[in-house]
């Protein structure tokens, strides 16, 4: 028997996976142990964050067991979110005040809001290690192919990375040969909607140099000028 079920036709949403979504089982597993383990965390599958209606889809890898696994909010909580955040603030695709909370057992909270943009997660759960299976990638892809669907403003999705991006192309019916992914590249894609790519925010890849600050900051103002036209 297969440990991931393909999930119900009727339960696909733009919306997201159900808090007890039953379809990785695997996943299932480390959402109840993390549950009894943290009970005053999230331990759900994240829903995506941002106006529907918005031109940019940033899409990352998964939650982080500590961080949106906790906060219930995509890149929140862990050092991805910290670079993230500060490069949307600065090119103005987010207002407010981002909170990391990691000191606190429970994410206190912030006024944080997107402008223009929405982000989600190619696996809404949290994976052991944080890497998700190739099964698990897949059977989270028809909630990202409806958030694609729903999103009828949509000009431009940046991946964060090869994963997101293999992913972004799979929910769009789209072969991955056609479109290589290189970090600061552009992919155009059937119907004129604009793929971009960035290397992971990960601390991994900024503590190793793999990706600078500047160097994401270009890549996501490139998402944004694509966005824009």
């Known amino acids: 028997m297969s440990a991931v079920r393909a999930p119900a036709a009727k339960a696909v949403t733009a919306d997201g996976p159900a808090r007890d979504c039953p379809h990785c089982l ?8 993390n549950r009894r383990e943290f009970p005053g965390w999230h331990n759900a599958p994240v829903p995506s964050f941002g106006d529907i209606a918005a031109p940019l889809l940033i899409i990352g890898l998964a939650p982080g067991l500590k961080g949106a696994n906790r906060s219930g909010r995509p890149f929140t909580g862990d050092y991805a979110g910290d670079l993230l955040y500060a490069t949307l603030l600065k090119l103005g695709l987010a207002e407010g005040r981002y909170v990391a909370g990691r000191d606190n057992d429970v994410w206190p909270g912030d006024e944080l809001r997107l402008v223009g943009a929405r982000i989600t997660n190619a696996v809404r759960c949290v994976p052991p290690a944080n890497k998700p299976l190739p099964a ?15 999103m009828k403003n949509l000009r431009c999705v940046l991946a964060l990375g090869r994963v997101a991006h293999d992913a972004a192309l799979a929910a769009i019916g789209v072969k991955r040969a056609a479109h290589p992914f290189g970090h600061g590249t552009a992919h155009k894609l059937p119907g004129g909607l604009m793929l971009a790519d960035s290397y992971h925010c ?11 600050p500047a160097m994401f900051e270009r890549a996501v103002a490139a998402a944004k000028r694509l966005s824009a036209t």
């Open 26 to 33: 695997r996943l299932v597993e480390f959402r109840h142990a």
């Open 136 to 150: 698990e990638i897949t059977g989270c892809r028809p909630f990202l192919a409806a958030e694609l669907a729903a």
């Open 202 to 212: 990960s601390r991994y890849n900024t503590n190793t140099g793999v990706l600078t």
